[in-house]
Every structure is written in C-alpha cells, then in structure tokens.
C-alpha cells in the first residue's frame, strides 16, 4: 500500500476516530490532524466545559469500542457524565494511540481549493497558525492527497443577524464560548443575565447562570417552534440512554431503513389498520402524560414547554434535564423569567424585545444554535460538486431543476412508504405560521460521507464527516471512519455498494431520498443537517453491510457462548442495549474478511471485491 499524505481538520470525535482508523489501516501514512482549539475534543474540548455541564448520555454509551470509559475514568456506567470528564477521556484517548504527535492544534482552516479550482490534483489548505496565545498571525500553506473534513455541526455560532453589539456595556457571548469566558459571565458585578434561544445550550447556561444566584431573563422568539422538548433522563430508574440503545425502539418510526418486514407492515403500510391506530394511540397518550407531568407544575413551567405539544410532531428537538432542581428555578420564578419574543437591541445596560419589553441587562448569551461551516473553507465553484451547502441563489437552473425533480419524486416514494407522515390539518397551519425558506441547499453526499460527482469519476481523495445528528456519536464516528478510509484507500466494499459508488445517479436518488425523509419528518427545510438520532442503529447497520461485515453484533457475540436454540442471542439483540464494545475490533474484522494482512490490499480492491 502506497503512503498517503493525509489531512484531518478537526480533533473531536470524528476526527480522532478518523486517524485512529487511518493508522490502523495504513501505518505508512503521514497524517496530519489540525484544530483551531488549543485542546483536543471538538465540542468537548478543554475551551468548551464549564462547571455543571453534563452530557445528554453517559460512560456506557459515549466512548469508543476499544477504550471504555468507565474503565479508564473509574466512572458508573449509566451515572450522569459531566463535560470535563468527556474532555478528559478524549484526552487520554489520543495519549492512548499515540495521536498527539499527529495534532496541529491553534491551527485554524481558512481556505481549501485545488489547482484551477477543479476535482482533481492536491488539495492545498490555507490556515493560520496561533502562536503563544496571541491572535492567528502566521499564515502557512499545506498540501495533502487525502483530505477529511470533521468539523462536525456545531462549530460556527450562529447570531441574530442585524443587531449591534458595540454599545453594550457588558460581556456579549455564544453559548460556545461560555467555557472560556464563564468566569466573567459569573463574576460579582454581574448581576442580570439575558440569554437567547430555546435550546438545550440555552438551558445549560440559564441553569449555570441561576445557580449561582443571578436572575436570568431567559428570552425565547415567538415565531420558531419554542423550547427544546425536555424529557426526564430515567424511566422507572433506568437510563434513557439505556432505553434509546435498545435495537428494538428502532421498529416503531417511520425509519427509512426498514421498508419491509412484518413491524414495518404492521405499523406503516397501508395494508394496516391495528397498527397505525395503536401507534397512534401511544403517542397521545405519551404526548398527554409527557406534557403534564413534566411541565404541568405551574404556568412558569408551562412556558418552557415546546408549542407543538404532540411528541410526533414536535420539531424543536429533544434533551433531558438531569437535575430536577433546574425545573424547581423555573416554577419559583424569582431568579428564571421567561419571555416569548425576540431581541431587538442592546443599548449600555439594558436590551429590548420586540414586545416593547426594555430588561435590565448585565450581560447577553447567545445560545442561538449553528451554522454549516464546512462551505466557508471552500470556493463557492466547487461547493456543489462536493455535495456541500451553499447559498440557495448560486444555484443554477439545470441543477434546481435537477435535484428538484429527485426531490419530488423521493418525497411521492416516502409519501407511499409512510402515510403517517403526511401532517394533520392543524399541523399544517402551526407550519404555516412558521415557515422559513431555506437559505442554503441540505448536504447532498452518499451515506452523508463522499460527495457522489467525485466518486463516480473514481477521484476518491474527499469524506465529509459528522453531519448526520445522532446519539451514538462515538460509536458511529468509530464505523463511518472505517467506511471513509476503505473508500480514501480503494479498499473493498460488498457487491451492491461498490457498484453503487460508481453510478452517480443511483446515489443521488439516494441522496435524495434521505433528504426527502428527513424534511418529512421535520417538516424544516431550512435546516441542511440529516437527524438520524431515533434511527442510528440502523444507520450504522448500513455502513457495517456496505463494509460486508455482520451487522447484528450481539448475535454475532452470543454464539460464542451457550445457546438454546439461538434464543440467547436474539434476546441480547434485540432487547440489550447496544454499545461500544459490540463493535470492539470491527477494523480488524474487516481486514480478516477482505484478507488485507501484510498489504495485500489494492486500489482496484473495489473492483477485485465487485466479483465476490
């Protein structure tokens, strides 16, 4: 096997994943991973915890398959997980294989392009260098023959566009950067906070900030959808993690990856009449129960609930609040006041909204979500030959007319294949209300991994990672990495997708599609990230099929052991949570089932695999 010189942008799951991987696969290669953060960890790096933030999981489901955390950290498998002690794994994670000599951290990405702006020949990167903890200055060019964007989704803040912030008297801030600026958020002379957005980073920073005795004026616009959805962590003491790990949560949903089979029958076809009903019936009775219970304290906790209150049709997103005491500040209402508008201005020491509300202010928290960073790196030519977003109004009209007719007919197919999705009148009119045209086009890749003109032409040199929303980030950081280096390598997938990855048509139907899918199940074309969290496990089931390796790990496991007639081991698959471990040495596997030891691996390993 030929060496690479490959380049990783980005240090937090994805990217460490990615390397790791790499290395494993092709020893030889010269990789490079660069960061514009001093640490490593991406979202959980030592620049982005702050005291109190706990992750939405826990240790048994939030690490890698090959290093447990509960075991190096001495952590509770399903205890809550505090954001410094995710930041500490991922450190010594990259002490553990030997990553950190491959980090280029303070390093940011200002520009990637190729030679005459084509999709062929070296990528040349441009970044700036931060030196002894002063701005980025020295300015550097890099050149690479692999290249993996792993900048992942929440990056770039997002800001209200329009308002000026110069006037103001106090400290201005994302919610990103909380970690390294909460100590003047949290100082003495600030008395009143004001923070944006009805996210679950806004609810870490209201609580954060009422802990310690300031009152937060916790402001949430009347026109998007409202507050995230917010759910207890434990169900009868068990972890929600634990439940939601579970594959057979999986064969309820309208899940565009179980089109056939008797739960999809019962629950989805047409053919059906029990099963649409019951399903119906358990989502209003979830939605009742989950509404009252959790928010039906008082009218202060009323209104933090999300305005669409049926749990099917909620798009505001769904968190858990795992200290009870954040909805007891809330139902007080001494130090937490909500307000449903938007911020118009900042002046000296006080904001106003655009109720004609005018609040005392110390300082302002914007915790007013992401935008798309991977455009900003490269030219707006090659953007739609990478699959990337970009603005809506580039587009021309071949491709308008293209990709709209794809559309169209994937969101006819997903019509058919899942009437629940087609919204109620009354859901019409809530989206009605809210509708936002998209400013940017949604991320068209294959898998959510490789842009489809560049595969198809066999030019396999770009992956894009981490853009599919999920809830086994670690895990499927850990598979899809295999499945971008097989493909960077030239290394053998099954029959099915090999020949997919040649037919540009093909994988742009199923782009499409998955698009398509994704925008019924929203209902929000303005957002260009697939969320895949309710239907992660059959997500990584794919990319484990295209790399021909097993996909039901814990059968796999159990027949190792003692069975009765297999019934051990379908009861561990379907109704034991899935974790890190069940795909602990997944790499080698693949490298014993394509027999890839001692570099026999190939380019043409593709097509040699294409025959089998």
Request: charged share 25%.
């Amino acid at each position: 096997m030929a060496p690479s010189k490959v380049v990783v942008i980005g240090a937090g799951w994805s990217g460490l994943a990615a390397a790791k991987t790499y290395l494993q696969i092709n020893p030889d290669v010269s990789l490079t991973i660069l960061d514009e953060d001093s640490s490593v960890g991406g979202v959980w790096s030592a620049s982005r915890v702050y005291p109190g933030l706990i992750a939405d999981s826990c240790a048994a489901v939030f690490d890698y398959s090959d290093f447990p955390m509960h075991r190096n950290l001495g952590l509770k498998k399903w205890a809550d997980l505090s954001g410094d002690k995710v930041h500490e794994y991922l450190e010594l994670y990259v002490d553990k294989f030997d990553l950190r000599k491959r980090c280029r951290l303070n390093t940011r990405v200002v520009k990637v392009e190729r030679e005459e702006d084509n999709l062929y020949g070296v990528w040349k990167i441009e970044v700036e260098v931060k030196k002894d903890f002063e701005e980025y200055t020295v300015n550097e060019i890099l050149t690479c023959d692999k290249l993996i964007v792993a900048t992942g989704v929440t990056s770039t803040p997002n800001f209200p566009k329009g308002l000026v912030y110069k006037n103001f008297a106090g400290p201005v801030m994302h919610s990103r950067d909380v970690g390294v600026k909460h100590k003047a958020l949290l100082a003495d002379e600030i008395k009143r906070v004001t923070v944006v957005g009805g996210s679950k980073s806004a609810i870490d920073v209201v609580y954060l900030c009422a802990l310690e005795g300031k009152e937060v004026d916790w402001v949430i616009r009347e026109d998007g959808n409202g507050p995230i959805l917010l759910l207890d962590p434990r169900v009868h003491g068990i972890h929600a993690a634990a439940i939601k790990a579970l594959r057979v949560t999986t064969i309820v949903g309208p899940n565009i990856l179980i089109q056939n089979g008797f739960w999809y029958r019962f629950f989805h076809s047409r053919k059906s009449v029990i099963g649409p009903k019951m399903l119906k019936w358990a989502l209003d009775y979830g939605s009742k129960s989950a509404i009252k219970g959790f928010y039906g304290r008082n009218e202060n906790t009323m209104n933090i609930a999300p305005d669409m209150q049926e749990l099917f049709w909620c798009n505001s997103g769904v968190s858990v609040v795992h200290d009870m005491k954040f909805m007891d500040l809330v139902a007080d209402g001494k130090h937490i006041h909500i307000h449903r508008a938007s911020l118009i201005s900042l002046q000296p020491t006080t904001v106003t909204l655009s109720n004609d509300t005018v609040l005392p202010c110390d300082a302002v928290v914007f915790a007013t979500g992401w935008a798309t960073n991977q455009p900003s790196i490269f030219s707006s030519t090659l953007l739609p030959r990478l699959g990337l977003p970009f603005s809506v109004t580039d587009q021309d009209h071949a491709s308008v007319t293209h990709w709209s007719a794809l559309e169209a007919s994937a969101a006819e197919r997903i019509h058919d294949l899942f009437p629940i999705l087609d919204p109620p009148e009354h859901v019409k009119e809530y989206d009605e209300q809210r509708k936002k045209e998209p400013s940017v086009t949604p991320f068209r890749l294959f898998r959510r991994i490789v842009p489809p003109e560049m595969a198809s032409t066999g030019k396999r040199d770009l992956v894009v990672l981490g853009t599919l929303l999920n809830t086994a980030i670690p895990t499927y950081s850990e598979i899809s990495s295999l499945w971008s280096v097989a493909y960077l390598e030239g290394l053998p997938f099954a029959k099915e997708t090999s020949a997919s990855l040649q037919n540009l048509e093909k994988m742009q139907e199923d782009v499409a599609l998955m698009n398509s899918w994704g925008f019924a199940k929203t209902r929000c074309r303005d957002f260009p990230y697939l969320d895949g969290s309710q239907e992660i496990q059959e997500f990584m089931d794919l990319l484990v099929s295209d790399l021909g390796l097993e996909v039901m790990r814990k059968k796999r496991a159990a027949r190792k052991g003692f069975q009765i007639l297999g019934l051990r081991g379908w009861v561990k698959e379907w109704f034991t949570p899935y974790v890190g471990k069940d795909y602990r040495g997944l790499v080698d596997e693949y490298i014993e089932k394509w027999n890839l030891r001692g570099g026999t691996a190939s380019a043409n390993g593709i097509k040699e695999a294409s025959k089998k």
